[in-house]
């Protein structure tokens, strides 16, 4: 069974400081790696997406993660955050075709002035 | 990029009333149509894939006669809650894929906030 570990619930940044993410899968093949980001009562948005080739993937709003075999993870970071970056991050793992994702259970970041 | 639309975005009804969401792939044929329930400060749990022309495949712990999914076509999947309770309060959320392909990018809706009274 694929699953997902946030090991971090809630973390603050201030803004300008550099951000990193930690996610954690488990699956029996290769992975499609993905990071949302959810804005209160809205739905999600595709920041990045890991299918294959580079490791270290480059998103949208200026984030990157690196899939990182050898540990099961794919680490989200920024390298200066932006107060609008405040919101709740998900990752999640999928192996295409029909089959669905499984999110891991959320970061909420907030972001100090 | 591909947009996936629910309607309504917000729904209030009354306890024993059942309430439709409806989720439309606007600009490609989705033959897979997934739908997900969010709890306040939870992550989406699966509830259900939804399949064209077949009946859905439902996840463990979810009621197939309380969530009704029909999937009639390539672009529209419905999720009906029948017989509210508040407890059934939630986001519901669906995503669709573009056909089979293998490098599949879910393409999420807005969302749907049903509050049961």
């Known amino acids: 069974a694929q699953s997902v570990t946030q090991p971090d619930i809630h973390i603050t940044v201030s803004e300008g400081a550099s951000l990193e993410l930690r996610c954690n899968y488990s699956y029996g093949a290769t992975p499609y790696l993905f990071w949302y980001v959810q804005s209160p009562g809205q739905g999600l948005q595709l920041l990045l997406k890991y299918f294959s080739g580079d490791t270290l993937v480059q998103g949208i709003k200026g984030f990157e993660a690196e899939f990182k075999r050898s540990q099961s993870s794919f680490n989200l970071r920024k390298p200066s955050v932006h107060w609008s970056d405040a919101a709740e991050y998900f990752c999640?793992?999928?192996?295409?075709?029909?089959?669905?994702?499984?999110f891991g259970s959320g970061t909420r970041l907030q972001v100090q002035p | 990029g591909a947009v996936v639309s629910q309607h309504p975005s917000r729904v209030i009804c009354k306890s024993g009333t059942s309430v439709k969401i409806e989720c439309r792939s606007l600009?490609?044929?989705?033959?897979?149509m997934f739908w997900y329930r969010q709890f306040p400060k939870q992550s989406l749990m699966l509830m259900a894939t939804?399949?064209?022309?077949?009946?859905?495949?439902?996840e463990q712990g979810v009621e197939k006669d309380k969530f009704l999914i029909n999937h009639a076509s390539l672009t529209l999947s419905t999720l009906t809650v029948t017989s509210a309770h508040p407890e059934d309060s939630s986001f519901y959320i669906c995503?669709?894929?573009?056909?089979?392909?293998?490098?599949?990018?879910?393409?999420f809706g807005e969302g749907s906030r049903l509050t049961v009274l």
């Open positions: 995503s669709a894929r573009e056909g089979p392909k293998l490098s599949g990018e879910l393409f």
């Open positions: 600009d490609f044929q989705a033959t897979t």
């Open positions: 999640a793992v999928g192996g295409g075709g029909r089959r669905a994702l499984t």
């Open positions: 939804s399949n064209e022309g077949s009946k859905a495949t439902y």
